[in-house]
């Protein structure tokens, strides 16, 4: 795997995401742990499932969060 362009080194191992309606109502809490994807790059991945308060019903939410600019050049 190549190596990231660059990294944060204050960035932490774990960010906690909330997912809220517009109402203000949390449909869910989900943690997005540290990556490096495949393609070099480094940030954030969370997957799981969260549910609507009022019908019940589940959802399934995955994520990625990217630093910017982490991306190694093309070789």
Same mark, same amino acid.
């Given at each position: 795997?190549?190596?990231p362009k660059? +990294?944060? @080194?204050?960035? @932490?191992?774990?960010?906690i995401v909330e997912i809220k309606d517009n109402d *203000? +109502?949390?449909? *869910?809490?989900?943690? &997005? &742990?540290a990556k490096q994807f495949s393609s070099g790059s480094v940030g954030f991945?969370?997957?799981s499932k969260i549910?609507? @308060?009022d019908s019940?019903? +589940?959802y399934q939410v995955s994520g990625n969060i990217?630093?910017? *600019?982490?991306k190694p050049e093309a070789e």
């Open positions: 795997m190549p190596e660059k +990294r944060d @080194p204050q960035a @932490p191992a774990n960010l *203000g +109502r949390v449909w *869910g809490t989900i943690t &997005a &742990a991945y969370a997957n549910e609507n @308060p019940h019903e +589940r990217i630093l910017i *600019g982490s």
